[in-house]
């Protein structure tokens, strides 16, 4: 069995890249002008939405405490962004933004799997990464 605190601290990084995709998509959809485009990244939010719910449910269940506000790298990544994205950008442009961001994400959830994670941890932290790759597939599939 693992340490408790390396397990609360590493599916709260994840939690935390979970709030940032949030975040994002937010950004994303309000620049959107195609409605098939918003559609998606709407679908892709919701699922990052329910990332979540579950892994802040699953912190909670093992006594930890769900950290759940962005902090100074999250801030900094939507500053980032708002600044590359521009006030006037193509939804090819914005995809290929989410595309990177995802990826970032599954880059980080595989980080926190190769860490010192007790079974369950690891399987929730596992879905999670089986869903943002699903995530990168339906933006690439997309592309104008």
């Keep these: 069995m693992s340490n ?8 709260n990084q994840l939690l935390q890249g979970e709030y940032m995709a949030v975040d994002s998509f937010n950004n994303f959809i309000s620049r959107l002008k195609d409605e098939n485009a918003k559609k998606i990244f709407q679908e ?5 939405r329910e990332n979540i719910d579950k ?19 999250g801030t900094m990544g939507e500053m980032m962004l708002n600044m590359e994205l521009g006030p006037e950008t193509d939804t090819n442009e914005i995809i290929k933004k989410a595309i990177e961001g995802e990826t970032k994400g599954v880059n980080m959830a595989e980080k926190v799997l190769r860490g010192n994670l007790d079974d369950k941890s690891r399987d929730i932290a596992g ?18």
């Design 4 to 11: 408790n605190s390396e397990v609360m601290k590493a599916l």
């Design 55 to 73: 892994l802040a449910n699953y912190i909670q269940h093992i006594g930890g405490q769900p950290d759940e506000n962005l902090g100074m790298k």
């Design 127 to 144: 879905e999670i990464l089986k869903k943002d790759r699903t995530s990168i597939e339906k933006l690439k599939s997309f592309k104008l």
């Design 44 to 48: 892709i939010q919701k699922q990052h």
